[in-house]
């Protein structure tokens, strides 16, 4: 910018001029001026006194000075005029005119000396201490010489505002610039160029004077700039041109733009210049919304920054609309199943849709979500109506100038319910495009579904995409529902559709009871059937399924109904000749087998009717009828009774538990269940694989059995060690980890049928796996005992030579009543072996022996001439299921496998011994669970508090029976013990006299007298073997543990004590002690007399 130095001094010496005494003039030099710019040479002062001049001996009133551009000063010569006037002390003023640096900088230091008369450099005084009134918001410190913004301010837009007028797609844009810089920007030396760039996406052909101009709130400035658009960059120049711009105002330049087709957020726009350089920094830009239209075409607010430059909305279709006008209908007053229809379409888009032109690519209308029309795959004809012409079937393929797309034509892509729509002519903004296609309805009713409009592009030409946006019924048919486009009556219905179900037992047969009754008759004539679909989740197979009901229903059906699992469909065919009327309710039922877990079935917006035949009826929802369960719905099956208690409370003692359940579902050995009870802990019991199970009667025939071992079936046989005849069979128990099966039921599952389901019952280990059975106890009678082991075949192995045909001998085996004959070729080898009786009793280690094919006599003496024969004894294999638990000690869990099914309306008893601790416990809380295809979650056992509890013994006394040889007796021993307690446990200790063998000991209650002999098997007997004699003073424990009130229901009181002894000698026919007692026997009751059951 031109700037006005002003310069003010005054001398302490006269000037001078040449002549007279002086020889030279003088020359007053301002240095320093940096930064300022002026033509080299003569530079004329705007002020100033006149007697100064640009070189000196001149007369001279231009008041010039010589500008010295290199070393940025100033230099003025005594003119040869006004000498008067140069005399000492005066002050003189002048101003001159420079231009400022193009960049901002600090004031210079400014120096003034003179010559002639010398005067050295001197720094000159800066500014007047007050802002220049002539420059907008200046500082004080402006009004120092050469002082230029930038330096402590930098150059700036002050004002940088942008804004637009519309933000709709591909319309006209008014963008207003407004801007103020905060220095003037030059229109020369150095011309200055305003640059906003940035403004991408407007799209313009603009001359130099298609813009305004205008100082904000002043006068048209438009003459005072030079304007130029470049469309490729996408950027406006102006340039001052009559003058500089004045800091002090704001400038206002509007363009106009068309706006991109897609939409875009505001590009950043950026504002500079150059010459007067003021760095690129971004506009501000509008933050308020502009009107725009709504679906329905109505003025409303846009979105807030809307009125951002260049924010352009994305292309909409507005004014969406569809509906149905049942043209071609056989009933024209709404749509009916199978009948004709049209479909009218109309929208409005913002922008102009322009045809692909180039191969290979489209622009493409898309009406989706036409559910229920039924037209085949491919081009569909659009009527003659509104814009029909201006879409086709097909991709516009440019080949040379003809276009190969017939026009009027939509594609109809079934899979995707959608007609596809491909544009080959402009559509014009905001103009409203219609059309219309025909089609046959769906053959079942439907609600209307939700059609949407949408564009795609993959052309150059409109290069932007439309989402689809949902069609509405016009606002002129709101009242006329039938038009709603695919809305589809439904040509008949069922009045009647119950569907109910009788169990939701897991794994039950369920019965399904279905009642209908349709609008029309439906006849076998005309080939009716009923599908019933949804009922999903069953364990029914695909296959057919009897209908039941009364005869006068189920006649009107085929008899079999064909039934498809995984979508739980029912078909029903009406018999030939036969109805099923409009006017009555029909009913007939099926079974459904229930899944063996809990679910909750198909919902009743699943299971649907349908009906095809004489008039079709499209599938609608059964209902529920008022009782019975939802259909295939299965409940979480549950025990309906868990009980436990146990029978005795003594220390050390047997003690029966007892558990009693019953399932409200199915148990059974076809679903793999099992039951386990845990939670028995705290017993001196060992872990064992088969726990006996008990409650069984000793007689009974076919016990039924439920429960068994998990290990399962064991082999039974025999050998020359373990005979059927002296009541034993050997059991296979290799890898079993079985040490015992006494006191084990064994129910023979496989084997002789006379054998099947019998059982007996182990009473003692023999040796190896071989078992005592009890003659007493058990079912398997003589017929199974006549059967089983009995041969079945005999294999010849090696038919060995020198044997002849005729009976063969049994040498070894365990059974009896095998008999049989061999039969030999010519060369004495046996070819056959035939078994005339069975026998019973044999295993395979069986042997028998061929005869001789010559006599022994005629043999050279020898008994038999047969040798190398080898010949396989075959018997029907036997198994037994063990009747026991596995008991695992640590967690106290006691599981058994089904064998039978479980009842659901009687208990299930388990019944075992196990053995009490010795020291008092609190009584236990168990549980029971079952698992396998129908499994049960953990149930509590209830039961007393005290099950499984072991009582505290802190009250002893003593009785001792004393005698001779033969032994002794207390009638009245323990009277007084207090009744109702918990629990009596006896001890007996033998003093070391003589060494019994053979002794006994019994015990009874008082009344009535019924001895019980004190066992290994219901007390703690000592086994040590060591001798116990002739130390009277020490006493040998016999048994301890003995429960009282288990074993004899004693409950306190006087009670019966008793030794004998069997057999000769009796051992203590000498007494060593000379008490006169030949044996005596201390006995201990212990008892917690704080301690009531």
């Excluded at 190969?404 to 409203?432: F, P």
């Excluded at 044997?803 to 070729?825: H, I, K, Q, R, S």
């Excluded at 075959?874 to 006691?894: C, D, E, N, Y």
């Amino acid at each position: 910018a031109n700037n006005t130095i002003t310069v003010t001094f005054a001398t302490n010496v006269p000037l001078r001029l040449a002549g007279g005494d002086f020889t030279t003039n003088s020359v007053i030099t301002i240095s320093g001026l940096d930064g300022a710019c002026a033509a080299p040479g003569k530079l004329t002062m705007d002020t100033g006194p006149t007697g100064l001049s640009y070189q000196a001996g001149v007369t001279s009133t231009d008041k010039s000075g010589t500008w010295n551009a290199d070393l940025y000063s100033l230099q003025l010569f005594t003119a040869n005029n006004g000498l008067a006037t140069y005399g000492e002390g005066n002050e003189y003023s002048l101003t001159f005119t420079v231009s400022n640096p193009a960049n901002g900088q600090s004031s210079p230091a400014v120096s003034i000396e003179m010559s002639g008369v010398e005067i050295p450099a001197i720094a000159m005084t800066k500014g007047t201490g007050a802002p220049p009134a002539n420059i907008f918001n200046a500082m004080a410190v402006e009004s120092e010489a050469l002082q230029v913004r930038g330096q402590l301010e930098q150059n700036d837009f002050r004002v940088k505002k942008i804004g637009q007028s519309s933000a709709e797609p591909g319309a006209a844009n008014t963008i207003t610039v407004t801007f103020a810089a905060n220095v003037p920007l030059t229109k020369a030396n150095p011309t200055t160029i305003i640059t906003i760039s940035g403004l991408m996406g407007a799209d313009a052909t603009l001359g130099p004077n298609d813009f305004t101009a205008d100082i904000q709130g002043g006068a048209d400035v438009k003459n005072k700039f030079s304007f130029e658009w470049d469309n490729t960059k996408k950027r406006i120049l102006l340039t001052p041109v009559v003058s500089d711009t004045e800091a002090s105002s704001t400038y206002i330049v509007t363009i106009q733009v068309t706006n991109p087709e897609a939409g875009q957020q505001s590009p950043e726009v950026l504002i500079e210049s150059s010459g007067i350089v003021v760095q690129p920094t971004a506009m501000e830009p509008a933050a308020t919304a502009l009107q725009t239209k709504d679906d329905n075409n109505q003025n409303v607010a846009g979105v807030a920054g809307s009125a951002a430059p260049l924010f352009v909305l994305p292309p909409r279709l507005i004014l969406r609309k569809v509906d149905q006008n049942f043209c071609d209908a056989v009933k024209n007053t709404a749509a009916y199943p199978g009948d004709s229809n049209c479909i009218n379409l109309a929208f409005t888009p913002t922008v102009q849709i322009t045809p692909a032109s180039q191969n290979t690519t489209s622009t493409v209308i898309d009406i989706t979500g036409l559910t229920g029309v039924v037209l085949p795959d491919g081009p569909v004809t659009l009527e003659a109506v509104g814009d029909h012409a201006k879409f086709s079937d097909c991709r516009r393929q440019l080949v040379g100038t003809t276009d190969d797309c017939t026009a009027s034509r939509g594609l109809w892509i079934s899979g995707k319910s959608t007609l596809s729509l491909q544009v080959i002519a402009n559509l014009a903004a905001n103009t409203e495009v219609s059309l219309r296609f025909k089609f046959t309805n769906p053959l079942n009713g439907q609600e209307p579904p939700e059609i949407s409009v949408g564009m795609t592009s993959t052309s150059n030409a409109s290069t932007f995409d439309i989402s689809p946006q949902v069609m509405s019924l016009p606002s002129s048919l709101a009242t006329t529902e039938d038009r709603t486009a695919l809305l589809i009556k439904h040509s008949a219905t069922f009045t009647t559709k119950t569907i109910t179900a009788q169990t939701t037992a897991p794994g039950a047969t369920n019965k399904i009871t279905v009642a209908f009754k349709p609008e029309f008759d439906l006849t076998g004539d005309n080939m009716a059937s009923i599908t019933i679909a949804g009922l999903t989740g069953s364990d029914t197979p695909d296959g057919t399924l009897s209908l039941m009901g009364t005869l006068a229903e189920i006649k009107k059906f085929n008899s079999r109904a064909s039934w498809k699992h995984a979508t739980g469909t029912l078909v029903v065919t009406v018999a030939p000749g036969e109805t099923v009327p409009k006017n009555a309710d029909t009913t007939f039922t099926f079974d459904l087998v229930n899944p063996k877990y809990t679910q909750t079935g198909p919902s009743l917006d699943t299971i649907v009717i349908s009906a095809s035949g004489d008039v079709p009826i499209a599938a609608t929802c059964m209902v529920k009828a008022g009782s019975g369960e939802m259909p295939l719905m299965v409940s979480a099956a549950s025990f309906t009774v868990a009980t436990i208690a146990s029978s005795t409370q003594a220390a050390g003692a047997m003690n029966e538990v007892s558990v009693a359940f019953r399932p409200d579902t199915l148990l059974s050995p076809g679903r793999d269940s099992f039951v386990q009870v845990v939670g028995l802990t705290g017993t001196l019991s060992a872990s064992t694989e088969v726990l006996p199970l008990r409650g069984w009667t000793a007689g009974s025939a076919n016990a039924d059995f439920k429960l068994a071992a998990p290990m399962g079936d064991v082999s039974v046989s025999f050998d020359s060690h373990c005979k059927l005849s002296d009541n034993q069979v050997y059991v296979e128990m290799d890898g079993t980890d079985i040490s015992s099966l006494k006191d084990v039921a064994m129910v023979f599952s496989e084997g002789p049928t006379e054998c099947v389901d019998t059982w007996l019952m182990v009473t003692a280990d023999a040796d190896g796996g071989c078992v005592n059975t009890s003659t007493t106890i058990g079912d398997w009678s003589t017929a199974c005992k006549a059967s089983i082991g009995a041969v079945d075949k005999i294999d010849v192995i090696d038919g060995g030579s020198g044997y002849g045909t005729g009976a063969f001998t049994v040498e070894e085996g365990a059974g009896t009543g095998l008999e049989g004959t061999c039969t030999a070729d010519e060369m004495g080898t046996v070819t056959s072996i035939n078994v005339t009786a069975a026998g019973a009793g044999y295993g395979q280690e069986t042997l028998i022996r061929c005869p001789s094919k010559c006599a022994a006599d005629i043999c050279l003496g020898k008994e038999s001439t047969g040798m190398g024969g080898a010949f396989m004894v075959m018997t029907k294999p036997v198994k037994a299921s063990l009747i026991a638990g596995r008991f695992h000690a640590p967690s106290g869990s006691l599981r058994f496998k089904t064998r039978r099914t479980l009842s659901t309306s009687a208990n299930t008893d388990i019944k075992v011994w196990l053995k009490n601790s010795l020291t008092a416990k609190p009584g236990i809380t168990a549980n029971i669970f079952a698992g396998g295809a129908t499994p049960i979650s953990s149930t509590n056992l209830v039961g007393p508090n005290t099950t499984m509890s072991v009582a505290a013994r802190r009250t002893a006394v003593t009785h001792v029976c004393a005698g001779d040889h033969t032994g002794c007796t207390v009638a009245d021993a323990f009277a007084g013990v207090p009744a109702g307690l918990s629990a009596y446990v006896l001890k007996a200790e033998r003093q070391c006299n003589g060494e019994p063998t053979n002794m006994k000991i019994s015990v009874s209650k008082a009344t009535p007298e019924a001895y019980q002999e004190v066992k290994a098997d219901n007390s703690m007997m000592n086994m040590n073997p060591m001798p116990c004699s002739n130390a009277c003073s020490k006493y040998k424990t016999v048994f301890e543990y003995f429960d009282l009130k288990g074993q004899l229901t004693y409950d306190g009181g006087a009670m019966k004590v008793k030794a004998e002894f069997t057999g000769t000698p009796t051992g203590i026919e000498t007494d060593f002690c000379g008490e006169g007692s030949n044996i005596k026997i201390i006995f201990t009751m212990e008892y917690d007399e704080n301690d009531y059951a």
